[in-house]
């Protein structure tokens, strides 16, 4: 990799700043100054310095967002919020994406890196990664409807839903649930509630197989993830 590539994305500066950097003699590959921004350098092997402080290597990063409602699962957008807009500018060096999609109105646990196979292994269907939501339902959801969901839905475009786990907290004029589906269709756990003619008046996802959010992350804010956090959702997309 070039050194002037390697210290762009490691958050160094632009590739003009990195090039003054490289200059004026403040980088060194092991302990031989730098100042050919072309010169090759294997930043796992190779100790690289800037004023002599050590340049660590990260060529991923893993953030858990709490996604608050009114802001988009995407990483731009012309006229709309977008998860990535709550990221702080040195977190998006690497050019980190969400995993999978929440919808605007809906809160809760979202993966942010920029590991495109392990967001690829951790939203493939073949892995059945369970995610649970909690909802608020506007109607009585009764133990036919568990029946449902354990079976899977005829969604309105005439899909059938695989099997998802519904437990109902509260069945009341307004309910409340867990759901866990492996699937990720559009809207589906709306879908899947009107199919049984209710309504989805409150969404929020909490957890990814035993990954969950963590409950002291405020709306909006969000925190690298920890090694066994890591491992545990490497651990997910082992081919079962």
């Known amino acids: 990799m070039r050194i002037d590539k390697l210290l762009a994305n490691m958050g160094f500066g632009s590739r003009k700043e990195v090039k003054q950097l490289l200059k004026k003699g403040s980088v060194n590959q092991n302990d031989i100054v730098i100042k050919d921004g072309k010169q090759q350098v294997d930043p796992e ?53 969400p995993v999978g999609r929440l919808d605007k109105d809906t809160e809760g646990l979202l993966l ?30 009764t133990e036919d409807d568990v029946e449902a969901f354990s079976q899977g839905v005829t969604l309105d475009d005439g899909y059938l839903t695989k099997p998802a786990i519904l437990t109902i907290l509260k069945s009341d004029t ?8 492996t699937e990720g269709k559009f809207h589906q756990v709306k879908r899947m509630f009107e199919a049984v003619d209710k309504y ?4 929020k996802r909490i ?23 890591l491992e ?8 079962k």
């Open 174 to 181: 307004e309910s409340e649930i867990h759901v866990t589906i």
């Open 112 to 141: 942010i890196t920029n590991d495109g196979k392990l967001a690829h292994q951790l939203l493939s269907p073949k892995k059945n990664v369970g995610k649970t939501y909690y909802a608020i339902i506007e109607g009585k959801v």
């Open 45 to 97: 092997k190779d100790n690289i310095t800037i004023f002599g402080e050590q340049v660590v290597y990260k060529p991923f990063v893993y953030f858990m967002l709490h996604k608050p409602a009114g802001v988009i699962t995407a990483t731009e957008d012309s006229r709309e919020s977008t998860v990535i807009d709550l990221l702080e500018a040195d977190d998006l060096v690497l050019e980190p994406f």
């Open 232 to 239: 545990y959702l490497q651990a997910l997309t082992v081919k």
């Open 200 to 203: 989805v008046t409150y969404l």
């Open 207 to 229: 957890s990814m197989g035993e990954w969950q959010l963590d409950n002291d992350l405020e709306k909006g804010e969000y925190r690298e993830l920890s090694i066994q956090e």
